[in-house]
């Protein structure tokens, strides 16, 4: 069984980030930026923006966390925003989520400008990527596509499954997966008899957001496994959706949690924002 492992992947794209930011400084006597705003002190937030803020600095890119207080309005977020992204400096922007209570998602998918918006949630970019334009990648499902490849999991002619159908993971990881000539069956929530389906397919992605759900029974003989799922159980161990020493077993390649999908979310950003810079001077 291959472990698809996310280190030399997600170290290629930093080089290559790296690399790009680097060239951009020589030609633009400026670093590539990446503006994150936070609202609030969630603690798993305060770790996630530090984490992508280091990331941004290691690829020699410049970096601000604008921090707001959990009690900004959405005026006063959106405020913040639109002066981002009339700033000429600013490349990307990245609003963390979850957002307090008070903030309509329909509403604050707009607010980022769609040729910064490096977490590509903006209806333009999500309904460019539905219709197989360039544009920025969703950064998990994204993530999953460069671990593929870099495996050499050629997704052209197979049965792909996805289970999860969020905006952030499973829609556009279908998407994705349709673009590059998979068949692929989405399932939810609501699917019935999920294993039935699942068991069907050469690559399984799980994006369910329940630690477990998926064992042996729910995947092939030689199946290509990728659980998207993390969760810290209650010996405090990360795990994720997917049952790995079982489903391992019957894989022929299968992500581990940690150290799989997790580390490719962050080089994808990274990517959208070196493109997002590059696109942006032309
Ligand atoms: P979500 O809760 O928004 O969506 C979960 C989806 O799974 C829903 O569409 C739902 O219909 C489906 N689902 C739930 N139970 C199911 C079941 N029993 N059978 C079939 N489908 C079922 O979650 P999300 O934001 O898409 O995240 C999913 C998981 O991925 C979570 O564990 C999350 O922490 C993780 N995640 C990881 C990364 C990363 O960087 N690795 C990024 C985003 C999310």
Redesign the pocket.
């Known amino acids: 069984m291959l472990t698809l492992a996310a280190k030399p992947v997600a170290e290629k794209i930093r080089k290559s980030v790296q690399e790009r930011s680097a060239a951009f400084l020589v030609r633009h006597h400026r670093a590539p930026k990446l503006s994150v705003v936070l609202v609030g002190t969630d603690p798993a937030s305060v770790i996630y923006t530090r984490k992508k803020g280091e990331a941004a600095i290691a690829c020699g890119m410049e970096h601000e966390t604008i921090t707001l207080p959990v009690t900004s309005t959405p005026v006063e977020v959106k405020n913040v925003i639109d002066r981002l992204n009339a700033d000429p400096r600013v490349d990307g922007i990245l609003i963390q989520r979850p957002l307090p209570k008070g903030f309509r998602e329909e509403e604050v998918l707009y607010w980022v400008a769609p040729e910064k918006d490096v977490d590509a949630f903006h209806p333009v970019n999500t309904g460019r990527l539905a219709l197989g334009l360039p544009c920025f990648q969703p950064?998990?499902p994204a993530?999953v596509m460069e671990l593929l490849k870099h495996y050499e999991v050629q997704p052209a002619g197979k049965l792909a499954c996805v289970?999860?159908?969020?905006?952030?993971?499973?829609k556009p990881m279908a998407a994705m997966l349709l673009q590059a000539d998979a068949t692929v069956l989405h399932?939810?929530?609501?699917?019935p008899n999920?294993r039935a389906i699942s068991s069907q397919a050469d690559i399984v992605v799980v994006?369910?957001?329940?630690?477990g759900?998926i064992d042996s029974s729910y995947v092939r003989e030689g199946a290509v496994v990728v659980d998207?799922?993390?969760?810290r159980n209650a010996e405090g161990k990360v795990v994720?959706?997917v049952v790995f020493d079982d489903v391992a077993r019957k894989a022929s390649a299968m992500t581990p949690v940690p150290g799989?999908?997790?580390p490719?979310?962050i080089a994808v950003l990274l990517q959208n924002t070196i493109w997002a810079a590059e696109e942006r001077s032309r």
């Open positions: 950064c998990t993530g289970i999860g159908r969020s905006s952030i993971v499973g399932c939810h929530s609501r699917t999920l994006a369910a957001g329940k630690p759900l998207v799922g993390i969760h994720g959706d799989g999908v997790g490719m979310t």
